[in-house]
Nanobody, 119 residues
């Protein structure tokens, strides 16, 4: 189960930090990511971090957004700075994890949190 939080209304140029905590039976988490979906558009990858620590970002957010994870808390964060109106969307966290060492990877989605960038 994933619980996302941190969305809200912010002015252009402002900042927000999203959080997403995973709970339940977790042996390991391989991938933690944030996606977003603007009205009338498809859901797109924003940022991803894998268990080895590497990260990747959509070109539109590079240099403004930072993804990080706290493995002890099974939580992923998205620090969003210099927000623009075009960042307005529902943000979803996604986790790929195993319940036991030999179990297959399973994917989970958070409930989504709305970010609105407007003056």
């Amino acid at each position: 189960q994933l619980q996302a939080s941190g969305g809200g209304l912010v002015q252009p140029g402002g900042s927000l930090r999203l959080s997403c905590a995973a709970s339940g039976t977790i042996f390991s988490i391989n991938v933690m990511a944030w996606y977003r979906q603007a009205p009338g558009k498809q859901r797109d990858l924003v940022a991803v971090t894998v268990s080895g620590g590497s990260t990747n970002y959509a070109d539109s957010v590079k240099g403004r957004f930072t993804i990080s994870r706290d493995n002890a808390k099974n939580t992923v964060y998205l620090q969003m700075n210099s927000l623009k109106p075009e960042d307005t969307a529902v943000y979803y966290c996604n986790v790929q994890s195993r319940r036991a060492a030999r179990d297959p990877l399973e994917g989970y989605w958070g409930q989504g949190t709305l970010v609105t960038v407007s003056s």
